[in-house]
């Protein structure tokens, strides 16, 4: 188990998200809000690494944040990371629609978690799952889990037990770096 003496700050409201990150790092985390502005860019390590030092420089503790990007290839990578706006306006019947005839349906769905302490750089951490979009929407789950097919997979994420669905979990991959950067690191 990892040892951290001081106590570490994850930018989050989600427990779905809080429960994972305690779990994979094994450390004592306190989620927090606050109201910061996100800068608006397609490069979703650029939208993390700003948001890290925001919550930073609002709280002057150390703290990570994570954010999730859906790049769809036909889309020019749209909606990157805009995906909550996305699915808000079109959700996942509408992202179908969107795609319906085309033949190339890739999609990158990644996350990104950024740390920051104050007393270095930003450290950033990125996890990928490569996919495809479904046909039309199967099963259940959060956000665009319905559509999501990971390569290698005939199933949306939908359709998965939890289990199954975070061996390909792009947040297990980052927050994984993530921790065996804090074990080694002089923090």
């Not at 989620?31 to 390590?45: A, G, K, M, T, W």
């Not at 990570?64 to 990371?81: A, H, M, Q, R």
């Not at 951490?125 to 789950?141: L, N, S």
């Not at 999501?148 to 939908?158: A, D, L, Q, S, V």
Request: cysteine-free.
């Amino acid at each position: 188990m990892l040892v951290f003496v001081r106590k570490i700050y994850f930018a989050t409201t989600n427990e779905g998200k809080l429960a994972e990150a305690r779990k994979i790092l094994g450390i004592k985390i306190q989620s927090v809000s606050l109201e910061i502005d996100e800068i608006q860019s397609l490069d979703p390590v650029e939208v993390a690494v700003k948001k890290a030092i925001s919550y930073y420089e609002a709280l002057k503790k150390p703290i990570f944040v994570e954010d999730v990007s859906f790049s769809i290839v036909t889309l020019g990578n749209l909606p990157g990371p805009y995906i909550d706006a996305f699915m808000k306006a079109l959700s996942n019947e509408g992202i179908v629609k969107l795609l319906k005839g085309k033949k190339e349906r890739g999609v990158v769905a990644q996350a990104t978690v950024v740390y920051v302490d104050g007393k270095q750089k930003p450290e950033v951490f990125v996890g990928k799952v490569d996919g495809k979009i479904a046909e039309e929407p199967k099963g259940t789950g959060f956000g665009w889990d319905p559509i999501f097919i990971p390569n290698g997979e005939t199933r949306t994420f939908g359709e998965m037990a939890l289990e199954e669905k975070n061996q390909y979990s792009m947040r297990a991959k980052a927050l994984k770096k993530f921790k065996n950067w804090l074990q080694n690191a002089k923090i």
